[in-house]
Structure formats: structure tokens, C-alpha cells
């Protein structure tokens, strides 16, 4: 029944964006085809905003933020607003994974996963919304003085198109269980799950202007959003350079942001390792959502004395992987669009030509869809880890295997590009686990396992390139907020 879903749903659906608490259509009366990935073929459309509708969303949550019942509403209040989303992900499960898989064209498997982690995030925050706190501090005699965690105000959330549902998730569950209201502008190329989730906002109750959404381009509405005088703070998940644009233009107004810019994370795996335990790891850390995920494993990092049985492990299951339509629910989908697969080509294709080899290529189902935006999966041995290959993110299924002599060499090469989001340490030296994990520049650290997505508990947040500021768990609240300090003097 999903599978049927998933290549149906919303056929022909021209889709509203949601401000203050309507289903409206943009004021440019443009509109975005919307495609799926799987055979390039549009079924849907959205509404193409600019400045204007911008301006409309920011208001609408500047005033529920001012002056609606928002403001006032005690956090467990809030909390359970957020938790009876999280229900309502749940009740409306498989729609959302059959619109995300159509939408992302990522294979339906992985819409369910990120539905069950949005869920998650959701009930996560739900509960945590009344268990942060401030504190009291020890201060002069005759005062008392104490600190209270105040939200922002407005939030403008520019979100990417990879992981829309999750990403959306750990956006608006941290900034709302604060007390700021939200303006989320989604990626023209994977906007309907932010629509539905907004909906669904709406049917959990969430007071008017709370919880806004607009379509458009990242040049039109994303400028227009993030430039906006009348936002308080700005997160955004997405490419460095757009995070760099974003971030002048907040500066324009001295706002606070926050960037995820994306990795070229290590996985290193020394010779004493349980290779068989690593080799499905490292390989799904690269092949999930067809390698398009900001913590992919994208570099395999092997002691000298096992680099031939890593590499042979690599190849072999290289060579089976196998893309295909969202629907087929095969290793991996299409890549998003085709601006995307030539990125990912013209990348590999330079590789080859600084003369790194191809090891093992996946391949494309004889069943897929002809127009879909596929690219069989490669793995390349990179001589060179200074090579752009081994340094700048592909974002496709293109795994790049590198040698290294001693943990002095892996640490140089893990740390040696300008990202730090994830790392992988594959070793059964417990020294050298603790060691190596200190060492590693990057926001994330996993020892004999891999894998950021389902963890939405885990703070996340990147090193240089990679960005700055803290989103998932805990620690997402307080970027999400800021402490006021009072002091009374009481004599
Ligand atoms: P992008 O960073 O340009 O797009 C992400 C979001 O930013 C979209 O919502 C887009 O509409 C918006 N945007 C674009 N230009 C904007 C602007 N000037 N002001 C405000 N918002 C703007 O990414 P793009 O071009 O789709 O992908 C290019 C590369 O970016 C990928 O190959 C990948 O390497 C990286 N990327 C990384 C992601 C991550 O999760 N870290 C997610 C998406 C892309
Ligand atoms: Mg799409």
C-alpha cells in the first residue's frame, strides 16, 4: 500500500504555503514544478515567493510572537503541543514517508526512517520543552541574583532538500519548545513534507503565525528571508557558500545564526579492527540517501596492513549496489536533480583524470524509470588525499579509500580538509579509541559504529567549514535561546 502511495500521492496537488495560520498562495502568482527524482517527471506545484510573501510571514510571526497567546503559554503548555505533532507524524506515517520518498526521490525505506526519527524529534522536545532551566547564582551580599532562558523571537529556518521532514524536525522542535515562533523556508526542489508538517501544526493546535511556511527559490525567498530586519536569529542546513550569503546577510542586521555546512567526514579504520563488523557500516554510511547526507562517511581512511582486504571488502559490495526508483525501495535513489548528478560526474571525471582509480562501480536497475536522475555508485582510490576528490563533499555515492601508515598519518589526513562534522574509529585498542577520538577535529565522534541520523538525542554541529552551533538533543535548546540575568537587590 505504501509503494502504491508513494508513486501517486499528491498527483496534480498544487500546493499553498502556510502563513498566520493560512493556506495561501504566493504573491508573485509564480509557481515551482514540482519533480520526482525517480523519472523526472513533474506531478505537483508549489508557490514561487519573493520578498513580498516573505515580508507577510515575518509579520505574521513577529506578532505572534508580540502579542498572540504564544508568549504567554507555560512551556508544558508548548511541550505538548509539540508532543501531539509528534502523533500526528505518527497517525499520518506512511502519507508522509510516500510524499518524502516522491518529493526526495530517496527509496520509501528511508522516508519511513526519517519519519519515525521526525516523530522522535518531536516527542523528544515535546518533553524537554519544560526541563531547561536557568539558574541561581551565588552573587553579593544583600542581592539576589538569578538567569531565565528567553527564546529569540522570530526563527527564519532555511532548510535543504536531503533530509527535509528530519531536518524541519530538529529545527522546529528546538526553537519551538523555547518559545519562538518560526519562519521555515524549504528547498524549492523538496518543499511538500514541510507543507504537510505545517498542516499538521495547525491540527495540533499551534496558536496562528507560530509555525510559517514559504516556497520559493533560495535566491528570492531564502535572500529576502534571511535579510529580513524583523527576524531574530537564522538557522540553516546547506552548502558552505550558501551558509556565507546567509550569514552577510543576517550580519546586515547583526543577527545570531546558526550554520550546518556539511563535512568530508573520516571513517579511519586501523589494522587491528573487526573488519567484518565495519565493512556494512562503511558502506551504508556513503550509500544512505544515495551518499546526498551531510554526515556521509565519505572517506575511508585504512592502516597499510589492511588495505587490500578493505579494499576487496569495498569493491565486492560496491559492485552489488544497485539504484533505482523511490518505489523499487533498492540501495539507493535517484540523486535530487540533474544539476546534482553532473556536479557528482564532473567530479569523478576530474578525479579519474588526476589519475585516481575507479575500484568498484554499482549500477542503475534495468526497471528504472527512463528521465530519472540516476548515478551508479563509485568507490576511488585516491593516491592523494590533497586531491578534490579527497577534500571537497560530493554529496552523491562516491566513496574515496585512502592509505595511511600510522595513527600520526591517519590523524593528518582525517584533520587535513577544512570540514569537521563526523568521524569514524574503527580500532579494538581502547588507548588508542580514546586517543584518537580526542584528536580528531569534528562535531561527532563514533568509535566501532557510524551514524548520526537516528540520533537525534546526540548534539550535532560542525568545526570550521562544517559550521557552527549546535542543533539535536539537549544543547539545541540553548542555541535556540539566550539567558536574560536579573539581579534584585534586596538589602
Ligand atoms: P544550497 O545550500 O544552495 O541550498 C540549501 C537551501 O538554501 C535551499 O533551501 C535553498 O533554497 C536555500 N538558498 C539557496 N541560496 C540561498 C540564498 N542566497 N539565500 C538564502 N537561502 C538560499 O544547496 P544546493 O545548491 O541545493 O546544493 C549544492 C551543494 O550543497 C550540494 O552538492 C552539497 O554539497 C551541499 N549541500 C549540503 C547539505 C547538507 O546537509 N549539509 C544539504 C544540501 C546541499
Ligand atoms: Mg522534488
Redesign the pocket.
Known amino acids: 500500500m505504501g509503494e502504491h502511495l508513494s508513486r501517486t500521492i499528491a498527483e496534480g496537488r498544487a500546493f499553498m504555503q502556510l502563513v498566520g495560520g493560512q493556506k495561501v498562495d504566493s504573491l508573485t502568482g509564480q509557481r515551482i514544478d514540482v519533480v520526482c527524482p525517480s523519472d523526472g517527471k513533474v506531478f505537483a506545484s508549489i508557490p514561487a515567493s519573493g520578498e513580498g510573501d516573505v515580508d507577510l510571514a515575518v509579520r505574521a510571526a513577529r506578532r505572534a510572537f508580540d502579542e498572540g497567546p504564544w508568549a504567554r503559554m507555560p512551556a508544558v503548555e508548548r511541550g505538548r503541543l509539540l508532543t501531539k505533532l509528534g502523533l500526528l507524524v505518527e497517525k499520518n506515517a506512511t502519507e508522509l514517508a510516500a510524499l518524502e520518498s516522491r518529493d526526495t526521490g530517496k527509496p520509501v525505506r528511508q522516508g519511513r526512517a526519517d519519519v519515525n526519527a521526525t516523530k522522535r524529534y518531536y516527542e523528544f522536545y515535546g518533553g524537554a520543552a519544560d526541563k531547561i532551566h536557568g539558574d541561581t547564582i551565588p552573587f553579593l551580599d544583600g542581592y539576589t541574583a538569578l538567569t531565565l532562558r528567553e527564546p529569540h523571537g522570530v526563527v527564519a529556518g532555511?532548510?535543504?532538500?536531503?533530509y527535509p521532514l528530519q531536518i524541519l524536525a530538529r529545527v522546529a522542535g528546538a526553537a519551538l519548545a523555547m518559545g519562538n515562533t518560526l519562519v521555515v523556508?524549504?528547498?524549492?526542489d523538496a518543499s511538500l513534507s514541510t507543507i504537510r508538517i505545517a498542516e499538521l501544526a495547525l491540527e495540533a493546535g499551534f496558536p496562528q503565525g507560530v509555525f510559517n511556511v514559504v516556497t520559493g527559490?533560495?535566491?528570492d525567498a531564502?535572500?529576502a528571508l534571511?535579510a529580513h530586519p524583523l527576524v531574530d536569529y537564522v538557522t540553516f542546513?546547506?552548502?558552505p557558500a550558501?551558509g556565507a550569503?546567509?550569514q552577510k546577510?543576517a550580519a546586515g542586521n547583526n543577527r545570531g545564526v546558526t550554520m550546518?555546512?556539511?563535512g568530508k567526514s573520516p571513517q579511519i579504520v586501523f589494522a587491528d579492527a573487526d573488519i567484518d563488523l565495519a565493512l556494512p557500516v562503511l558502506v551504508n554510511a556513503i550509500i544512505q540517501n544515495g551518499g546526498q547526507t551531510?554526515s556521509a562517511g565519505s572517506r575511508v581512511l585504512v592502516e597499510r596492513a589492511v588495505y587490500e582486504d578493505v579494499a576487496n571488502g569495498l569493491a565486492e559490495r560496491f559492485s552489488e549496489l544497485v539504484a533505482g526508483a523511490h518505489d523499487a525501495d533498492l540501495d539507493l535513489g535517484a540523486l535530487i536533480n540533474p544539476r546534482?548528478r553532473q556536479?557528482v560526474a564532473a567530479m569523478v571525471s576530474d578525479a579519474e583524470d588526476a589519475g585516481c582509480e575507479i575500484l568498484a562501480r554499482g549500477s542503475i536497475h534495468a526497471d528504472a524509470p527512463e528521465g530519472g536522475f540516476y548515478y551508479e555508485p563509485a568507490l576511488i582510490a585516491a593516491k592523494d588525499p590533497k586531491l578534490a576528490i579527497a577534500q571537497e563533499?560530493v554529496?552523491g555515492p562516491v566513496l574515496i579509500l585512502l592509505a595511511f601508515d600510522d595513527e600520526a598519518d591517519a590523524l593528518q589526513i582525517a584533520n587535513g580538509t577544512e570540514y569537521g562534522l563526523v568521524a569514524g574509529i574503527w580500532t579494538r585498542d581502547g588507548a588508542r579509541q580514546h586517543r584518537v577520538a580526542k584528536r580528531v577535529r569534528a562535531g561527532q565522534i563514533f568509535v566501532n559504529a557510524y551514524g548520526a541520523g537516528g540520533g537525534i538525542e546526540l548534539p550535532f554541529g560542525g568545526f570550521r567549514k562544517s559550521g557552527h552551533g549546535r542543533e539535536k538533543g539537549f544543547e539545541a535548546l540553548y542555541d535556540m535561546s539566550a539567558t536574560k540575568t536579573i539581579v534584585f537587590n534586596h538589602g
Not at 185 to 188: C, F, G, L, V, Y
Open positions: 532555511i532548510i535543504p532538500w536531503n523556508k524549504p528547498a524549492e527559490y533560495g535566491r531564502g535572500a534571511s542546513t546547506g552548502s550558501t550569503a546567509i546577510a550546518e555546512l556539511g551531510c546534482q556536479r563533499e554529496f
